[in-house]
């Protein structure tokens, strides 16, 4: 016959429960970010303008040097405009418009064309006319 041994009971500790310390309440740097920005001058977004803006570019063929751009305002031929975008800055004279493969000597507000520039160029480039 075996001899079963009885089992030891350990009584758990009662463990008393933490002291809350208070910190002091530092302010977050959401907080601080949006303090100074309350104070700060509001910056606007828009770059400085260059004359009246006209359309933005909307493709470029590097293989002829064309580029196409909807029009925000009427151009014609011989007006000079400037192409102003991220890595993009220049000025030219509007030498040739095109409207589906016609050459026309103006283009109004809402129309899509084609003109040769001098430089590349890339989409949203801001044109502007001086």
């Known amino acids: ?11 758990k500790k009662k463990i008393a429960p933490k002291k809350r310390v208070l910190k002091k309440k530092i302010p977050s740097k959401t907080r601080i970010h949006k303090a100074a920005r309350a104070k700060a001058k509001p910056v606007s977004k828009k770059p400085k303008e260059e004359g009246t803006i006209i359309g933005k570019i909307t493709h ?8 196409v751009i909807k029009l925000k305002a009427p151009l014609s031929v011989g007006d000079t405009i400037k192409v102003k975008g991220h890595t993009t800055d220049f000025t030219q004279t509007v030498n040739s418009l095109q409207i ?5 000597n103006s283009a109004q507000k809402g129309a899509e064309i084609g003109f040769q520039v001098i430089s590349r160029v890339r989409q949203h480039d801001v044109i502007y006319k001086i």
């Open 100 to 104: 589906d493969h016609v050459a026309v």
């Open 60 to 67: 470029y063929f590097p293989h002829v040097q064309a580029a």
């Open 1 to 11: 016959m075996a001899v079963k041994k009885k089992k030891k009971v350990v009584k």
